[in-house]
């Protein structure tokens, strides 16, 4: 086993799988390759980019994922099945190291009613998945999910069996969120007192937060004898989310004497942007009262409070803000920055050049800043994303539009112009107010008619001249589309949310032909994320 100081907790980021697989929409792939590269940056040690059987989407995912990091370990989800191994081996065979994190359901309730087999049949498959995965990489991690709930004989069998077949690292998760600190310390304790060659590998945990216990929990369970903890940043994932990543690395480091010197990679100060980052791109607010990343964690607003922290910050505040990386934004970007200023700022934000095309920024940041004045970072951030997903919106684009509503018996009416491939129409329409007469246009234009489930608007920053984002998801033959527009002018931010997702949906009728055609990558074998039940 590779030499790993005992002080040290890895920290193994879902935020792209178990966090991903828990959004209203998928991210595509530029984007997960975005956030995969914040998470590096942040310090994490191991990054499960995905669940590759489940889509080609999530296969293509891994791979650029597993391509571009440098410094993490990518690791890639399978059941315990071969083709599911398989697929990870194949999404990650070119890195120089990844893991392969395979599992299977232990405790009583899912092995009986879920997978309507003994428990002998489940350790034989946890053994040979264990194996066959060994057989591709050293670096195996095998889970037991719902080891909250399995029966201790159960578990501690299991670990062993697990091992035994050559897993590096064994996770113990509380898939339901269902045990108590005290509860979930002793599981771990009483497996380092029972399981014979515990010894041979790391042992995990992966808390849900059902009862609101996770950070708690892995926390107990790192005095018990864990060194690795998954989480997701801002606490993403599965129903009430996972263990967030933000408070586990605050709290060891905040109390590390309380730990005994138990200290993480996490790089502190990146923290916060990492938090804005995925609650941007995942389009999922982080609530105001969050511990660590949320608007009001470090906010004073009782008199006695103030006084105190005016006299002391130390009576009320246990972490400064910019220990974690907030601080006043005192540069003004506006459309007299240069190229170098732009660059400068993105670097400062941990975007390496090769991440994205300056020209193209810069384009789109002078184009902002005349309409706006000042651009903020979250704007340059917001802006940097779209840089990213423009370069795959080729089929369809908004040129101009144009309303007309209000006033009693006015019939909100659109004209919007497009460039459709190579032509450039115009088409005219109505609707039940103005947003819904742009989308009747862009849906005659495209010829897509996807019918709109949800739709949210919300200022990207702050002030009178604040961009207003929309995001939207669209239904298509039976699936989920999701797009977002960014504009100081909210119809227009509404239409390129729109045409956003008829590319997408433009894009996904492409590889179901060449599917079809036998041309697309893996095009047979992927369970599919709308058929097969996520862990
Ligand atoms: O919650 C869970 O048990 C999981 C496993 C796949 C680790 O997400
Ligand atoms: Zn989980």
Redesign the pocket.
Known sequence: MENIDKNRVIIFD?TL??GEQALQQSLNHKQKLQIALMLEQLGVDVIEAGFPISSPGDFEAVKLIGENLKRAVPCG?SRAVDKDIDAVRDALKNCERYRI?T?I?TSDIHVQDKLRKSFDDICEMAKAAVMRARNYTDDVEF?C???GRTPIDHLCRMVETAIKAGARTV?I????GYTIPSEFGNIIKTLFERVPNIDDAIISV?C?NDLGMATGNSLVAVQNGARQV?VCVNGL??RAG?CSLEEVAMALRTRSQYFGGLYTNIVPTNIARASQMVAGICNEKVPPHKAIVGSNAFAHSSGIHQDGVLKNRNTYEIITPESVGFKENNLHMTARSGRHMIKSRLNALGYSDDTFNLDEVYRRFLELADRKGEVFDYDLEALLFFTHDMQEQTQFALENLNVMCGGKGVIPTASVKMTIGSETITESGTGDGPVDAVFNCIKRLTNIECKLLDYNLSATSEGMNAQGQVDVVVLYNGRKYYGRGLSTDVIESSALAFVHACNSIYRAQIIEKEKEQGQAPHGEGFIGKDTVAQ?
Do not use: K, W, Y
């Open positions: 879902t799988r178990d989800l994190h599992f359901a889970s999910e719902d080891a996770n998760p509380d898939t339901v992966h849900h998954e994932g599965e996972n862990p």
